[in-house]
């Protein structure tokens, strides 16, 4: 099973600042990472997929990087809807695995 | 417009049984796979299940493996899980969800989620 760490666990920042969140993988995952949004009560929301495209909808402040093992989502600039926790997924494997997720608070 | 409507979720005692629905509508159900993904209270994601456009291919978390069946009603735009010899940390809130483009488990849609407690 593919095992994905998110660091950090918190982000604490403010409206305005970049975001940086990272998602490391046991082992390569290609190009097969997604990314979601999910706020209390509410399903997640894909952000990207495979590692770099923006799913429809989507704003361009938000734009995933990376491959094989190492992931990057940056969010350009935060807007007060932005914050809640972000989790990254991989589909290269079976089990479909997700991450432990990064909390994006405001500071 | 797509949507992904669960239901069946409730308060069943461990060792019970349970079956989760989800009603699609909106796009060709029967032209896309299908999973299950949950969500522990306070917890992270994790996926359960998957199952293929036909029914033909399954795969499941070692977690539910014999103990949970996905299955598929293409007439009927429906999705289930079979969920028996429930145990405690069964309990989550149950999503049904499907993929962005096909042979892509990565989920564009998602329905709001069916809570499953398991307790005495």
């Known amino acids: 099973e593919i095992v994905l760490t998110q660091s950090p666990a918190t982000l604490s920042l403010s409206p305005g600042e970049r975001a940086t969140l990272s998602c490391r993988a046991s082992?390569?995952?290609?190009?097969?990472l997604a990314w979601y949004q999910q706020k209390p009560g509410q399903a997640p929301r894909l952000l990207i997929y495979d590692a770099s495209n923006r799913a429809t909808g989507i704003p361009a402040r938000f734009s995933g990087s990376g491959s094989g093992a190492d992931f990057t989502l940056t969010i350009s600039s935060l807007e007060p809807e932005d914050f809640a926790v972000y989790y990254c997924q991989q589909r290269s494997n079976w089990p479909l695995t997700f991450g432990g997720g990064t909390k994006v608070e405001i500071k | 417009e797509v949507q992904l409507v669960e239901s069946g979720g409730d308060l069943v005692q461990p060792g019970g049984s349970l079956r989760l629905s989800c009603a699609a509508s909106?796009?060709?159900?029967?032209?896309?796979?299908m999973n299950w993904v949950r969500q522990a209270p306070g917890k992270g994601l994790e996926w359960v299940s998957y199952i293929s456009s036909s029914g033909s291919n399954i795969y499941y978390a070692d977690s539910v493996k014999g103990r949970f069946t996905i299955s598929r009603d293409n007439a009927e735009n429906s999705l289930y899980l079979q969920m028996n010899s429930l145990r405690a940390e069964d309990t989550a809130v149950y999503y049904c969800?499907?993929?962005?483009?096909?042979?892509?488990?990565?989920?564009?849609?998602w329905g709001q989620g069916t809570l499953v407690t398991v307790s005495s």
């Open positions: 082992q390569s995952v290609r190009g097969y």
């Open positions: 909106g796009f060709t159900f029967s032209s896309h796979e």
């Open positions: 969800a499907r993929p962005v483009m096909v042979h892509a488990q990565e989920f564009d849609y």
